[in-house]
């Protein structure tokens, strides 16, 4: 039984956004696993970083993004940003809950956390994400007995927008500097909960060591995404070659330096468009 007020089509796009192009990993990953897929990605430039931005502005911009997507058709929105996902998730729940399918990056990822034999999980992420602590705060709910310590990482995301990390020098000064720290003393595990942070994930293992496993927002949503789409009987059929229609990835402000960005992210050619909402 159907619980939206429009059936939609399994044909329709799946909507993606963020902050801005970080979100293409998770979007990547979903691509990548289901490739009959046609994702509608919403990245609002006009308003990065969200990572510092107060709860109430980045509600107001998730709103509009979220009704934008379903303007689109869209069958289901991700929400691709962590910070997004920490502080707008519920309140787009609450407006839009009845009328389309939302994922968050972080309920799949603490669900495959609690499931494994972790007993302490570190933990980095935008200011944002680390003061409203949604991590500990849900993981409490599921996994009590796993201890959590979150930091905040503030530069790290614009350092990879940057293309820092690919000087391996720099890259593991600047991980000494950030990870280098009591709290990270004996973890076991690891959530990398930003967008930008799995471009890094190998750079993240070195310095941790076999002995930490690491966590991110990449194929777990999109198995999560996978698996909401099939109860729904909401999966794409395989495309055939008429019917294909490319992903659209549309920008609230669009400049070179974002376009070479967003292909590090998505991993192959991505076009993007400049789309100002209403
Ligand atoms: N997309 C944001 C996140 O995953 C990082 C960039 C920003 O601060 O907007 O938290």
Known sequence: MNKFQHQPSPSAPIGVFDSGVGGLTVARAIAEHLPNEQLLYFGDIAHLPYGDKSSEAIRGYAHSIT?????????????????????????????????????????????????????????????????????????????????????????????????????????????????????????????LACTHYPIIRHRIAEHFGAGVRLFDATHTIALEVEELLKTANLLASAIVEESYVPHRFLVSDHTTTFQETAELFFGRKVVLQHHVLD
Do not use: W
Not at 82 to 87: C, E, K, N, R
């Open 67 to 191: 009704a934008f997507l379903l303007s689109e058709g869209c069958k289901m929105v991700v929400i691709a940003c962590h910070t997004a996902s920490a502080v707008a998730y519920d309140s787009l729940q609450e407006r839009f809950g009845d009328q389309v399918m939302i994922v968050n990056v972080t309920d799949p990822v603490l669900a495959t956390v609690a499931r494994s034999n972790i007993s302490h999980l570190g933990l980095i992420a935008t200011p944002r994400t680390t003061r409203s602590e949604v991590y500990s705060g849900r993981l409490s709910l599921i996994a009590p007995h796993i201890k959590v310590s979150e930091k905040a990482t503030p530069s790290l995301a614009s350092i990879i927008e940057e293309g820092m990390h690919r000087d391996e020098a720099a890259i593991k000064a600047i991980l000494t500097y950030y990870l280098n720290d009591p709290l990270f003393e004996d973890i076991d595990g690891f959530v």
